[in-house]
């Protein structure tokens, strides 16, 4: 199973950017696709950017034109760029890996803390 670690988040202004990072333990040159969720308090976990394989991304209608998600294979590593960051953003970000059936590959980690605040 593959194991991911969260890093990046922290406190930021409206208007702000953060960049998410998570590394895998293995290889993800081969997973599916690798998304990112995020769960704000007493909200349930939601999708909020995916890459396949090939690159080819899908975003939640209200971060699309806000958030890049991107992939560097060679590190085992996907990132999260988050730009003009909006109080609605901040929740815990968790990064994971789907199958091609859409089933999630890896145990849910710590996550990263955005918290959006002036």
């Known amino acids: 199973q593959v194991q991911l670690v969260e890093s990046g988040g922290g406190l930021v202004q409206p208007g702000g950017s953060l960049r998410l990072s998570c590394a895998a333990s293995?290889?993800?040159?081969?997973?599916?696709?690798m998304v990112w969720y995020r769960q704000a308090p007493g909200k349930p976990r939601e999708l909020v950017a995916a890459i396949t394989s090939d690159a080819r991304t899908n975003y939640v209608d209200s971060v699309k034109g806000r958030f890049t998600i991107s992939r560097d294979n060679a590190n085992n590593t996907v990132y999260l760029q988050m730009n003009s960051l909006k109080p609605e953003d901040t929740a815990v970000y968790y990064c994971?890996?789907?199958?091609?059936?859409?089933?999630?590959?890896?145990?849910w980690g710590q996550g990263t803390q955005v918290t959006v605040s002036s």
């Open positions: 994971n890996a789907r199958n091609a059936l859409g089933y999630l590959l890896a145990s």
């Open positions: 293995r290889s993800i040159f081969s997973m599916n696709a």
